[in-house]
């Protein structure tokens, strides 16, 4: 064992002439290595790594192995140090039977980059096996009239070593009548006894010798043949082959039964001395009997199992021709069958796969596996072609070595558009018929964060009723995104502004997870009508990508003002006043003018007139809608002096409010009502001053907050592309109060807050709180937007 390993260690020697082929990613490499049959399991053959020049600390990241194929099992790589070890007690007679050179090639492959080395081990021969013969003991008959020189073949030994360890010679016992002689052939040795000095049967009938087969091996093994001559009397002519060889050529898969050749032998003698029975030679190979048959009468040779070019090229047959003579005499011949390759192997497709799954921004030339292909077959029958399917965004780039390529990348990838491909490969050979295989790659392409979140419309477009409840959602925004998983998941938030006067961020939250938007504090139309912000939706892809909304925000009113007094109004500040009349008016006489104020617009804003109290129903009046108290008949001397007005003013929102006014009406003589109206006409002037300053301070901050408005909705239907702009109604007489006119579009529909009079056609928007009108669209197509004027006593009814 100790001589062995001293052997094993001295043949463990590594041929490296690497040759390096830089093709795309991948570097070929070719490796050396001899290591001796039946060495123990997990004895150093070489260190792959080292001699590749890798770093031994990457191994493992890198996934350094050895690619599955024929007899891979034999070795193992230790991917600690990038030794490569015996895996499994090896038989080199067993693997490499009758090759000169026994040789196990590897693939290694490591990957990141990507790296395939061929590693090629050749298994060397020792002596571990003696030389034996067929049988024990061979029986000859030989005629005692056999001439000196006569050469009888014996039995071959065979020693399944491979060169100087098969067997070297033959050695014969010790005799005076025969001789060793050996002739050497292409595969081994056969050994044939010459005759020395003729035989005479009656001085000894039979001579047993013993035949030695030594082979090559220090020290030398032997196996022996015991020998047993037995001498017969004369049949002096022996069988003649018509020739020594015969060279003929079979199909590949020929049936069987076919006729491969017919012998032909001839004797001179006569009787059974001529009579000629063919056989195979003694040594022939188990193999040749199990292919072919041979008729021992007609010499006819038939094919009798699987013809296979792949698995043996030539048969060499030995073939006998004896006759029945007694002594038999033999002829020996040799039939040589050269088998044809016919086309009867499709090609093989190996795909050695980096990774089934590529990002989809990988770009052009990205190498996804690596293809090799191989045909049994040999000269056309084994040359290949590969193709793929032109469908795909992919490409086959053939390597510098025969029969390889590379799956590269030949466009740019979309997952959101394809995810998944089939790729079909073709491999057709050059024979006749043409044999293909087809192999499909399954390839699944990866997410990366392309797309940015899409909100479904922008703007939004958001009509919220004032007074909304802090802390209530009042709006929800969502967008998608056509990415996947973390790339998908989208969070939101709201653009801040620089916390300025009119800034309403400040007051909005969103949930960063689902968009709800909430209020922080309740909206008053009085003093807010419109307002914008915008809503960020941001992916949590790396870089996370972001796309913003604009929400336009319109304020609805809602009827929270009750109605104010402004005339009468006493100096204490309560809605109260006093009226004297002559007593001689007529009827239909303006008495005074209640004027009132509500903050609300529309139906919220529209206000009625309706006396409460009154001490007598026929004498005054009340228009509804003016507020103007008038004498219903002239008065008589019966009528009292005093009267009490109560006037209750509300408006018309859906829970209507309301405030009263108290007028004390004083009947006097024509004489005390001229002076009277001198006196009170300058305390009317100053009255009327303070009425008139109130009302224009009412009036200016109304008209500003309308102004804004108006700016709001030019510049929003400028800025968008939609039919989204701002009508407005023809100018209409109304009667009473109209407080505020406003109006929006949208679509085919347009919202108008009026009072106190609907358009004939208009219809109240359900849940609008009788605020909101919906008008049919009469403007004509060429006809421009414009506002409707209103005059500060269509805003607040005041008496004249």
Not at 205 to 226: C, I, Q
Not at 302 to 313: A, C, H, L, N, Y
Not at 389 to 401: C, G, Q, R
Not at 753 to 763: A, D, E, K, N
């Amino acid at each position: 064992m100790g001589e062995r390993g001293q052997r094993r260690r001295g043949s463990c020697w590594w041929v490296a002439g690497i040759s390096l082929l830089c093709f795309v990613e991948l570097i070929l490499a070719q490796l050396r290595y001899s290591v001796p049959e039946e060495v123990q399991v997990g004895s150093s053959v070489g260190n792959v790594a080292k001699d590749l020049g890798l770093d031994i600390s990457s191994l493992t990241g890198r996934r350094f192995r050895i690619v599955s194929g024929p007899n891979h099992a034999l070795f193992q790589l230790n991917q600690n140090n990038g030794v490569l070890y015996v895996g499994k007690i090896m038989d080199r007679e067993e693997l490499c039977d009758g090759t000169k050179v026994c040789l196990i090639n590897l693939k290694v492959v490591v990957e990141n980059p990507l790296e395939i080395h061929y590693v090629g081990v050749e298994i060397t021969d020792v002596n571990d096996h003696s030389p034996t013969f067929p049988d024990t003991a061979q029986r000859l008959q030989i005629a005692e009239n056999t001439p000196p020189g006569t050469r009888f073949q014996i039995h071959a030994a065979r020693d399944p070593d491979f060169g100087t360890q098969s067997v070297r010679l033959y050695k014969l016992s010790p005799n005076d009548f025969f001789d060793i002689e050996v002739r050497d052939s292409e595969e081994d040795k056969i050994p044939f006894i010459v005759l020395k000095k003729p035989l005479d049967r009656e001085q000894k009938v039979e001579h047993r010798l013993v035949l030695t087969a030594l082979d090559g091996g220090s020290p030398s093994k032997s196996g022996n043949l015991n020998l047993t001559i037995t001498v017969l009397d004369a049949n002096d002519n022996r069988p003649v082959f018509s020739k020594d060889v015969y060279t003929v050529s079979l199909d590949e898969n020929a049936p069987i039964g076919t006729l491969v050749i017919k012998l032909n032998a001839t004797d001179l003698d006569e009787g059974s001395n001529s009579e000629i029975e063919y056989s195979f030679g003694k040594t022939q190979k188990k193999k040749v009997h199990d292919t072919f048959e041979l008729d021992s009468v007609t010499g006819e040779i038939r094919v009798k199992g699987k013809i296979d070019f792949e698995e043996t090229e030539l048969y060499r047959l030995d073939l006998q021709a004896s006759d029945k003579g007694q002594p038999p005499w033999t002829a020996e011949s040799r039939v040589v069958i050269k088998i044809k390759d016919v086309n009867d192997n499709k090609p093989e497709i190996e795909v050695t796969s980096l990774s089934n799954l590529i990002p989809e921004n990988s770009k052009p030339g990205t190498v996804i596996s690596l293809i090799s292909v191989t045909d049994r077959d040999s000269g056309l029958n084994g040359k290949v072609i590969c193709k793929m399917s032109d469908d795909v965004p992919f490409d086959l780039t053939p390597s510098i070595e025969e029969n390889m390529y590379s799956l590269v990348t030949k466009g740019r990838l979309d997952r959101e558009t394809v995810s998944h491909y089939d790729i079909t490969i073709t491999a057709t050979d050059c024979g006749e018929p043409r044999l293909s295989t087809v192999k499909t790659l399954s390839v699944q392409v990866s997410d990366v964060n392309d797309n940015i979140p899409v909100f479904s419309q922008n703007p939004f477009e958001l009509y919220l009723v004032e007074n909304n409840t802090p802390g209530a959602s009042i709006f929800s925004v969502s967008a998608s995104d056509n990415d996947l998983n973390e790339n998908a998941a989208i969070t939101y938030h709201i653009v801040r502004g620089d916390g300025q006067q009119g800034d309403m961020t400040s007051f909005l939250n969103v949930n960063s997870e689902n968009g709800q938007i909430t209020a922080l504090k309740n909206f008053d139309f009085e003093t807010l009508k419109t307002f914008q912000f915008q809503v960020v939706a941001t992916d949590s892809g790396a870089p996370s990508l972001s796309s913003n909304v604009t929400v336009n925000v319109f304020i609805l009113d809602q009827n929270d003002n009750a109605p104010v007094i402004l005339y009468p109004l006493s100096s204490n500040g309560s809605a109260e006043g006093v009226e004297e009349i002559p007593r001689n008016v007529n009827a239909g006489h303006l008495v005074t003018k209640v004027r009132a104020y509500d903050a609300d617009i529309g139906y919220n804003g529209w206000l009625l007139f309706s006396l409460q109290e009154l001490t007598d129903h026929s004498l005054f009046g009340l228009d509804r809608y003016t507020g103007q108290i008038r004498t219903l008949r002239s008065f008589t001397e019966t009528d009292e002096a005093e009267h009490k007005l109560v006037i209750l003013v509300k408006d018309n929102g859906n829970v209507s409010l309301s405030a009263t006014a108290t007028v004390i009406v004083k009947l006097v003589e024509p004489k005390e009502a001229f002076a009277a109206s001198d006196v009170k006409s300058a305390a009317k002037v100053d009255d009327d001053d303070n009425v008139t300053f109130y009302l224009m301070i009412t009036l200016g901050s109304v008209s500003v907050l309308f102004l804004i408005s108006i700016i709001v909705l030019i510049a929003m239907q400028c800025s968008k592309s939609t039919d989204y702009t701002s009508k407005y109604l023809q100018e209409t007489n109304y009667d009473g109060t109209l407080c505020h006119s406003i109006q929006y579009r949208s679509g085919d529909k347009r919202y108008m807050l009026v009072g106190p009079r609907m358009s004939i056609g208009s219809t109240i928007v359900p849940g609008s709180h009788a605020n909101t009108l919906v008008l049919p669209d009469r403007r004509r197509t060429s006809e421009e937007s414009r506002f409707v004027q209103v005059d500060s006593e269509e805003t607040v009814p005041a008496t004249e």
